[in-house]
């Protein structure tokens, strides 16, 4: 199947108030275009030397999302430039984003990444320290919570719905508060192999990879 069937396949099957992103990272310009041409506009990227060069090489209009581990060295690059920013995961990249978008006269749009399986190979805070982060950002000028985000251990589909729902449960919670500077509009959870058990659990944000751009070949993207 090609990009552009695979997009509105996706776009015909998930509810509307669900917002799809085409997570581009590695793939080529026009393989990009494709997707945009069949209405794709939110894209996500991992890594912030790739985001700024397609980020100036396409369509000004593409929304752009920083799905990776940000390093507080490449923030400076990506002012202006990123939509949302799915991967807030320490007070101290939270200081850095403050800095950088407050020396621009940007307000940044993060999620705050938690690492929900407690894994030790994955970034995202832990959740017992979501509520010490969400009182650093009421402190900041630039900087606009707006949600939630997770990546999964990989598991059967009860482990993948058990984390899924626990991510729900801590969204609903904290939507229930009101702090300065955090709205609870976004569950970023879902990827190509596991969205729809996602989506049953309340995700209202998926980042489909290989779903619409099929597998990913990170060796042909070096040679
Ligand atoms: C690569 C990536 C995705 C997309 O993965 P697919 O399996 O290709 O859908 C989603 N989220 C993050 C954080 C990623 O790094």
Redesign the pocket.
Known sequence: MGISEAYKDLKNEIPKDVKL?C?S?TRQINEIKEAYAAGARDF?E?KAQELMEKHDSLEQDIKWHF??HLQRNKVKYIVGKVHLI??LDSIRLLQEIEKQYGAKDEIASVLIQVNIGKEDAKTGIAASEIDSLIQACEKCNNIKVKGL?A?IPIGNVEDCRMYFNEMKRMFDNLKTFKYKNVSMEFL?L????D?EIALQAGSNMI???????GR?DYKKLEG
């Open positions: 992103i997570v990272k996500g991992n799905i990776g799915h991967s985000m990546t970023s879902g990827m190509s192999g969205f980042r489909l990879g290989e779903k619409i751009f990913r």
